[in-house]
């Protein structure tokens, strides 16, 4: 049996949490990044008896569309899966549902799932610094059961994974980050955004038909030269002062 870590994680939450759940798991497991825009993700070897793990995080409730497709490209050769989804403490809407229809339309067998928080990538306030210690002992937890029904080849019973078809409209702030007078003109947020919607010939700006507002690029300056609208961030977080402030629970779902 192999372990496979398949991940579309720009700031870091998601594979933090994909990290906790594998603790359990054995090691190493091999990875493919759903964020890396020149990877040929349809050659990527799977096999029948593998045990895989496919984490995304939550965008406006439903899984970011390049992870989708990218994952869509994917030959899952039937592999059993863990599908992991990653949101900001406000809610997973249909993230899970979706993700399940497009793992188990590449071939892919869902048999368990998880809900997880993980710090918001745009409005940090919320579910700041999770995964926490204790999401971490849950999580690993989590990844311990997981890999219990898997070696006890316990499939019987469909997993149901809560969710809408059709799913809920994709909609989410739609903020471009841009440059300020901090950018060194390194390039490290061109050659690492995974919708390349920043050039290197205008680093300053991101496309805004391609951005997907995922925040890479202003986690990983080194100058914390990229911020969003301050205006419009403090505003949505307003809005979801009182669905966001409680502190949420992780889910399993097996």
């Known amino acids: 049996m192999r372990t496979i870590q398949i991940t579309f994680s720009p700031t870091g939450g998601t594979q933090r949490v994909s990290d906790c759940i594998l603790a359990q798991w054995p090691a190493p497991a091999a990875k493919l990044d759903l964020t890396k825009a020149d990877e040929d993700f349809s050659g990527f070897p799977l096999e029948n008896g593998d045990l895989v793990l496919i984490a995304v995080p939550s ?13 869509a490209a994917v030959r899952g050769n039937q592999a059993r899966c863990v599908i992991v989804c990653v949101y900001g403490n406000r809610a997973y809407e249909d993230t899970l549902a979706e993700l399940r229809d497009v793992a188990e339309q590449a071939g892919f067998r869902v048999f368990a799932a998880i809900a997880a928080i993980a710090e918001h990538s745009i409005i940090r306030q919320y579910a700041a610094g999770r995964p926490d210690q204790s999401d971490s002992r849950e999580l690993s937890c989590f990844g311990k ?21 059709p799913y809920k409209k994709a909609g989410g702030i ?15 947020c061109a050659d690492n955004c995974p919708a390349q919607a920043i050039s290197r010939n205008h680093l300053r700006t991101a496309d805004g038909k391609k951005c997907i507002s995922c925040m890479r690029c202003a986690a990983q300056c080194p100058q914390s030269a990229r911020t969003v609208n301050s205006t419009i961030v403090f505003a949505a977080a307003l809005a979801l002062k009182k669905t ?8 399993l779902i097996i």
Do not use: M, W
């Not at 965008?59 to 994952?71: D, I, K, M, N, S």
């Not at 739609?174 to 490290?188: E, I, Q, R, V």
């Open 59 to 71: 965008y406006g409730g439903r899984v970011p569309a390049l992870a989708a497709q990218r994952l």
């Open 145 to 165: 059961k997981i890999l219990e029904k898997y070696d006890a080849n316990d499939f019987s019973k469909a997993v149901s994974i809560p969710g809408n078809r």
């Open 174 to 188: 739609g903020l471009a980050p841009k440059a300020g007078k901090g950018c060194t003109s390194c390039g490290l």
């Open 244 to 251: 966001c402030s409680a502190r949420k629970h992780n889910e």
